[in-house]
Each structure stands twice: as C-alpha cells, then as structure tokens.
C-alpha cells in the first residue's frame, strides 16, 4: 500500500469508493491477526489507526451509513463516482455559456435516476469519495451536497474540457484548480471598477466610431468586449511572471479595440486613419514604441503595434506586440509562435540555442469559423509539441461569436464547439459566457497558470455573439433575423457588469454616469485634434527603383576554410558513424585538402562554417533538413550503435553563436509563418527554410504574398530570411520538376528580395555569406534560391578552393567554353539553372568548337543584372541573336519576367529569341523518356546542332 502521509494530515480522503471497502476489509483482519497481512499495510494501519467510517465519533459526512462490506453499496459507491465522472466529463453540455440563450437544457445525463441513485444513497456516500477537492463548507456535508456542489461547478457561465487531457498530473491539477475554486480569486472592489471602467472604454470607442465615421468598416468587437480585459489580466500576469515579451496575434475582428485599449495606440491616430488622413506625428501614449508603416502602407484594421509595459517599480520592461496580419485571417499564427520562440533561444553559445520559455508568451486570438476552417490552425497547434517549434505553450482565445461572415456554425464546422480541433492534441479548453466578466478573468488566470506550470498549450472560447454586420456596413437581419432580434434586446456586458456592480455596492449609478462621462470627453478632445479630411492631401505612393545590392567582401582566407574542413570530418571519440557516410564524408574532405576541389554539399558547410565563425548564428528547418531531401547534406551524425547524434558544426573551434538545425513536419505554411516570424525577431541570424521539393513551397503561398515579399511595403517590416528551394527538369514529373520560379518573379519588386538560380558550389557559397553579412545592413531582403537536385553531384558545379578564398558571387557567369572569338559570336544565349549545365555538357561534347554562339547563366534573376549584361553584350560586334532559353514551358519559368529586360539590353538590330517547352498547363512531361527527347531538342535548337557531331 502506498504511504499517504505528507505530515500530519490523515490520508483516508484518498480512498473511496471501492478501494475504501478494501481497506476496511484490511482493517478488519487487522483487528483479527495484525500479523496475518502485508506488513506495509500493517506499519500504515499502526500509524494511523482506525479508518474514520469504522469510527464511532465519525460524522454524518464521513460515510457512517455506509456498509463497506455489502457489495450492493460498493456498487453504488462505484456508480455515485462514474456519476461524478460524467458531471466533468459531460457537465459542459449543459452549461450557461451562450448568452442569447437564456433557457437551460434538461441535464439528461446528470440525473441520479438514470444512475439507478436516489438522494439516500448519494447522502450515504463521504463527499470526499466524490469531489475530493470540495470546498471545506461542502466537505462538512454530505455526499448529495457533493453532487450539487460538482453540478454547480461544471454548469455554469464557465464550462471545462479536460478529460481528454491524459497526462494525470495535468488531469488531477485541472481538477483541483477547478473543483477547489482556486481559479476564482477574490477581487477587490478596485479591481471589478477598473474592468467596469476598462468594459466602458471599449463599448464607448466602438459607438464613437459608429457614429462618427458612419459606414465605414471597424470590424467592432461588440458582443465579445470582454477580450480586451481577458487580455489585459494575461499581459498582467504575463508582467507579474517577468516575461520579456508577449506576442499576441488576432485577425481583424477587435483588432481597433485592442490597438486602443491594449497596446495603447492614441485615438487620434486612430481617428485620423478614419479620415483617410494618417496623422504620423501624433505622440505615440505612454509606453509605446512605436507603429510601423510601409511606403504603400496596409488598411487600419491589419496594422500592428509594439509597446513597453513596467511592472510598479519600473525595474523590468515587457515588450508587448500585437503582430501586423493581413486578411488571411490565422495565417499570422505561425508568424507569432516564430516571434516568440526567437526570444526564448539564447544564442550566444556553441551548439543548439538553450530554450528559456519563461521569456516569452505567445496569445493568440481566433475566430469561431477560422478556428476550425482554416487548416493553417492545425498546422500551428502540431508545432506546439516539437522540439524545434515549441514555444512553452501558448493561449489560444476564440472570440467566438457564432457566426463566420453571414454562414452559422451548422454550415461551417462538422464539431460542436469551435475549439474541438484542440482536443487531438490534449489541450484543456474552457467555455466562458462573455457577459459574465468575473468568470472571464478566471479563465484567464487559469490558462496562465497551466501554461506557467505544464509549458502547454490552453484554450479559452469566449462565446459572445455579434451586434453588427461582418462589418458595420452589412444589414445582419437579412441572413440572421431571429438571432438579431434578441440581440437587439439585449444589453451590453458593461450594462450587465455595471447593474451587479450597484447590487452589490461596489459603484452607484453616479458613478457608472461619471465613468461613461469621462470616456466620452477623452473620445471628444481626440477627435477635436483629428485632420480634416477635405484640408488633407494624399501622397503619392513613391516610386522604389529596383537597385543592386552593395558591394560584400565574401572571400575567406585559404587556410582557414582548410582548417574548417579538417574540423568537418571530427567526431568524439567512440563515436560511430555509418560507415558508408564515413567514407564519403572523408572523401570530401580529402578532395578539397589534396586537389583544391568543394563539391555542393561542402561548399555549403564551409559557407555555415565561416558565418558561424564571423558571429552570425544560423537557423536552418524543413523536411529533411539535417541529411538533405537529396543525401548531400548530412550535417547532423547519428552513431550507427547507440543512435546518438552529433554536429561538427556545435564543436567548431572559436565559435560562439548557435547552429540549430531541425527537421519540420510535413507542412509547408506553418513553418515558413514560423522561420519567418523568427527572423522578424531575430535580424541577427541566418534563418533558412529549405523545402523537400520546391513545388512543395506551393503549399505556404499565403506566407509568401501577404508577409514575407510585401511585409516591408506594408508595414515596414524586414526579413532576411533565406528560401531553398529545389528546382531543376530531370524527368521526376510535373511536381518534382519546377519551383514555380514565374510566381516568385512574378512577386519581385520594389527591392523586396532577391532571386537566385545559381549553378555551382563556390555560387551558392558566396551568396549564402552574403546574405549572412547584409543582415547588419538596412538593405537586407529575403533571399530565394532555386537550389539543385542532380547538380549536387554533378562534375561541372564543382568549384575551388582559390574560388571560395579570393573569389565573390557573380550576377552573371560567361560559359568559359564559348565565346572565345568574338568577333564570330552571333548568338548569344541567355540562360538561368541547370539548363546552363545541359548546355555546357553538350558543348564540350562536341567533335568541333562552336564559336558562333556564347552562353551567358544569368546567376541573380532578381534584381536582373542590366548594366553588366549590356557591358557584356556590347564585346561583340557581330550579334544578330540574343535568346532566351530555359527547360521551363514559356507560360513558366523566367522568360516573361526576362522578355522587358532583355528589350532594355538588346543592342540596336539585334533580335531577341526564345528556345525552350511551349506553353502548357502542366510543368513538365509525365514520362522520363519523352522528357530526355524534349530536353535535348531544347539544347541542340538553342545551340543550332541540327548538322553538329558529338565527339566519341
């Protein structure tokens, strides 16, 4: 038997029902023969004597009726507890937590009767059998005052779900929270003033802006006001607990209240917004730090803020943010977990950044219809347990207001609740009534505290409902009617708080007229200081020519990346590595020390390797990143024995910067949201997602318009990070052929990042240190590269080392086995990837030197290297064709991004081509056969072999 005693309390709460008439069992052969039973049991009946309900001077409430050793009352002991299993299990079905709905449901489930109970046998049963954790008011009593007692808790404006929850340290802690009370503090009459005031505030912005910017949109969070003081309890706490940040993501439903009343954005700016008459000069309140603007700037409702929150003693500062978001709605959610996991690494040491989860809070606002339609949530709540994503739990909030657009919950969700998705991955959730203030901040409490204990997720469903339209020029009525008509009827949660308030004496209706009064001056005097809208005159939206990056020194000396290299193929000692990956990895490793030659895959962990060096920290995830999709990276070992892994890159000498490198799930949206946000909020390091296939960044297209290509436009927001994506025609398909290069030139402008297709290892190299060294420069910008699948091992993307240690990265590469003469160059090929490699291939192929045509690879396709490329073109004198050849079909590719720019370099009378697929609907050929006959035809058209012999 295991030994209850903590110190002097008595153990015997801890057995009921059946296990409590075994113990009576025990304790009569006990009487009979102590020496007859275990002796453990003996040594815990010595200790503690006689069992309360064996004992004459027992209570009432101690189960005196109940006869231990009838097995009719064990069973209904038995039946009473799965009774009181059912109240937490199934409680929530009858809860009070739809305010429009005033009428609750019969609790069916509930009854003593379809439990085969009456209220004697229940009044028989110790209330400690069935809510161990009762109040000691309820203790004193009996077992029916128990079951009440559990009806009460689990019905009301506040409902639980956590059975499903299997952890049974997480279970039993919810439990007691919830059953003992401890989730209601006693607030002061100070604090229920300060959320009356704080409920005023944001129903008195919302009519302000109702009646003073009549019909325009604000997406106003009436019907679940309560959000803006549940989020100032979390950031309360938040500050309380010394977290450095919070990062809290919302869609635009709320998002002007929350600005005002959370992050403290001054009315007048916000005013000024309404009147198409952004007033930048307004002095951000107290504490803020700042809103972000873009040159082509966004809509008022998906702009972001950032402020600086003091605990009393001003010693500690919290950085609370609220994330800028476009309108795909939880697509900012990934964004969010990216922030706030950036601030838990510390990356000031060797090896994978050390995890404080303590610094930093992830909240994160949902819609009742998002929740479960948009898949991205899913993606987000499967990273919350993942050793590269975690961020020590977030709290979820679903500002639930029963509709999506004009589409009810029976047309947009197949689960009863919104939050139902949550459950797979056994995260708690609460159902609050969002007219019930008090039970609001209890959820609030309790996700903070389960967060702070267990580093797990928690959701909260604030179920209001809507008082207006989608938006506030929509008629409701005609898709709604009945809902509208009780909603019409129905008073404010200021109101409602405001009248319990005066029941209980906490303010007079002199003060609530005082509260409103003061409110509306503060409103008045911010919009008195609002420009006039006829006076204002819009700027145009200023024209960002496209510019080269400035010149980077890449180069490293010679000696250094030999002793990097050495380092590269070091492992513990003892340590086993598959012996085949041995062999290579020490092959690559000779052929640099003894023939000056970097293969793809070294090339690329020198580049880590020397930025690591420079005091860069490098954070690299996707599919597969640690071997590589293609077996060419292998930068994390594993011991072919023990399975213990290893990085040479955690162990290079001289290195004080973090290297984490981690293998994503399979998703694409979630994770490039994720690295993206990282970056945002940790501009100092090297962040890249590499995708399994390029086409597979198909699936995070969201992430790609609406953030990373047009954050900075929008919202003032630079990103450095860095995109590899696989990209190359080799006969694998329509999928695994093309990146869909078109579509990320298509999105380049205004600067807004770069765009590579580079063809060899001392290329990829250069461009990765760059890239490391403009993130200390005002002029770093994401960088996509089309990075290779058969060049990784192909003889022609081989560099040197002389390429690497005084070479740099070049925009355009002229093909050193053509052009030779120029004066006899009459085509010259344009090209860009692997094509390139194709083309050299085959000239080198050939029994006679073709001297008519020169082969350009276009390296950087973004910004397009104009200036050089005229230089070049201009060598020679006898041009008649400049064509464009790529693998890609025409509607694909580069060619329509290239078609303008080529016009621009063109010299005069010299005619512009195109050699590649035609147009079509699909990428590439299905068939590897009719592709090899489809790329060949490319070649020998761009090169003209129609008459040309191959050399044997």
Not at 705 to 729: C, E, N, R
């Amino acid at each position: 038997m295991e030994r209850k005693n903590t110190g002097n309390e008595a153990p015997w709460h801890s057995f009921f029902g059946p296990n409590l008439g075994y113990v009576m069992e025990w304790y009569d052969q006990y009487q009979e023969d102590p020496e007859s039973i275990d002796p453990e049991v003996k040594a815990f009946f010595d200790e503690w004597g006689t069992p309360p309900s064996l004992n004459k001077s027992s209570s009432q409430n101690e189960g005196a009726g109940v006869d231990y050793t009838d097995p009719a009352q064990i069973e209904k002991i038995a039946t009473a507890v799965k009774l009181a299993t059912y109240v937490r299990t199934y409680g929530h079905l009858y809860a009070s937590i739809f305010p429009l709905e005033k009428n609750k449901t019969e609790m069916a489930l509930l009854k003593l009767e379809n439990f085969d109970l009456t209220e004697e046998d229940v009044k028989r049963i110790p209330p400690h059998v069935l809510c161990p954790n009762a109040p000691d008011h309820i203790k004193q009593k009996d077992g029916l005052a128990a079951y009440h007692y559990l009806i009460e808790v689990y019905t009301k404006k506040i409902a639980f779900e956590y059975q499903h929850v299997h952890n049974r340290e997480e279970n039993a802690w919810l439990k007691e929270m919830i059953e003992s009370g401890k989730i209601y503090r006693s607030l002061s009459a100070d604090k229920k003033k300060s959320v009356l005031k704080r409920l005023t505030q944001v129903e008195g912005f919302e009519q302000f802006l109702h009646r003073s910017f009549v019909g325009q949109k604000r997406f106003s969070v009436e019907g679940v006001d309560m959000l803006v003081p549940l989020l100032d309890e979390v950031v309360e706490h938040a500050v309380h607990n010394l977290t450095k940040s919070i990062n809290i993501g919302m869609a635009h439903r709320g998002r002007l209240n929350v600005l005002a009343h959370v992050l403290g954005k001054p009315y007048e700016l916000i005013f000024s917004e309404f009147q198409h008459a952004p007033n930048k000069e307004v002095v951000p309140s107290e504490g803020s730090i700042g809103i972000s603007y873009g040159w082509s700037g966004d809509v008022k409702y998906h702009l972001g803020a950032d402020k600086h929150i003091s605990e009393q003693d001003q010693s500690f500062k919290t950085r609370l943010t609220l994330a800028n978001n476009p309108s795909h709605l939880e697509y900012v959610n990934p964004v969010v977990e990216g922030y706030t996991r950036a601030v838990q690494d510390d990356r000031t040491g060797a090896g994978y950044p050390s995890v404080d989860s303590t610094a930093s809070l992830a909240v994160l606002i949902h819609g009742d219809a998002a929740f479960p339609g948009e898949g991205i949530v899913a993606e987000t709540l499967n990273l919350s347990g993942l050793n590269g994503y975690h961020t020590g739990g977030t709290i979820h909030v679903i500002a639930n207001n029963k509709i999506g657009f004009t589409t009810e919950s029976v047309d947009s969700r197949s689960t009863k609740y919104a939050s139902d998705l949550a459950k797979g991955f056994e995260m708690p959730i609460i159902h609050v009534n969002a007219d019930d203030p008090e039970a609001c901040l209890a959820a609030a409490y309790l996700a903070f505290e389960y967060r702070r204990k267990f580093k797990k997720d928690f959701i909260i469903d604030l179920i209001g409902y809507r008082r207006f339209g989608h938006n506030e020029m929509d008629e409701p009525s005609a898709t709604q009617p009945k809902t509208y008509e009780l909603v019409r009827a129905h008073k404010t949660v200021k109101n409602l708080y405001a009248e319990q308030l005066q029941k209980e004496g906490v303010v007079t209706e002199e003060d609530v007229k005082a509260i409103d009064k003061k409110i509306e001056e503060r409103l008045q005097e911010a919009f008195s200081k609002t420009p006039d809208k006829k006076s204002f005159q819009p700027q145009e939206v200023p024209e960002m020519p496209e510019r080269q990056l400035p010149p980077i020194e890449t180069a490293v000396d010679g000696e250094q990346l030999l002793a990097l290299n050495d380092q590269l193929v070091k492992w513990p000692e003892g340590f086993s590595v598959f012996k085949k990956l041995q062999k290579i990895l020490e092959k690559r490793a000779t052929n640099l020390k003894d023939h000056g030659k970097v293969d793809w895959s070294l090339g690329e962990a020198l580049a880590f390797a020397t930025i690591l060096k420079d005091g860069t920290p490098i954070r690299l995830t996707g599919q597969d990143s640690e071997r590589g999709t293609f077996a060419h990276r292998h930068i994390v070992l594993h011991d072919e024995k023990t399975g213990d892994v290893y990085s040479p890159l955690h162990t290079l000498e001289d290195v004080n910067v973090s290297f984490a490198v981690h293998n994503s799930p399979l998703t694409e949206a979630a994770v490039v949201g994720f690295e993206y946000g990282y970056n945002v909020f940790a501009p100092e390091t090297l962040v890249i997602w590499e995708a399994q296939f390029g086409d597979f960044a198909n699936a995070a297209q969201v992430i790609f318009d609406q953030f990373i290509t047009a954050g900075q436009a929008k919202w003032g927001q630079k990103s450095g990070l860095v995109m590899l994506l696989p990209h190359g025609y080799e006969g694998q398909g329509p999928e695994h052929s093309s990146a869909r290069l078109e579509r990320f030139l298509q999105l380049a402008a205004e600067n807004n990042w770069d765009i590579a297709n580079v063809t060899t290892a001392s290329q990829y190299y250069h461009i990765l240190r760059r890239q490391a060294a403009l993130l200390k420069h005002d002029d770093i910008r994401p960088l996509v590269i089309m990075t290779p699948k058969s060049l990784l091992r192909n003889a022609h993307s081989v560099s040197y080392l002389d390429d690497l240690s005084k070479g740099e990265f070049k925009q355009i590469l002229q093909e050193e086995t053509t052009g030779k003469q120029k004066e006899k160059v009459e085509r010259i090929i344009m090209c860009s990837g692997k094509v390139a490699i194709d083309l050299r291939d085959t000239v080198q192929k050939q029994e006679e030197e073709i001297d008519s045509v020169h082969i350009l690879r276009v390296e950087e396709l973004y910004p397009f290297p104009l200036a050089q490329a005229r230089e070049i073109l201009a060598q020679y004198p006898n041009l008649k064709e400049l064509v464009w050849v790529q693998e890609e079909p025409k509607n694909m590719g580069p060619w329509s991004y290239a078609y303008p720019r080529l016009q621009e370099i063109v010299p005069e009378g010299v005619e512009i081509g195109y050699v590649g697929r035609r147009r079509r609907s699909s990428p590439s050929e299905g068939d590897p056969t009719v592709h090899k006959k489809e790329q060949e035809r490319i070649v020998n058209e761009a090169l003209k072999l129609t008459n040309h012999v191959l050399r044997r």
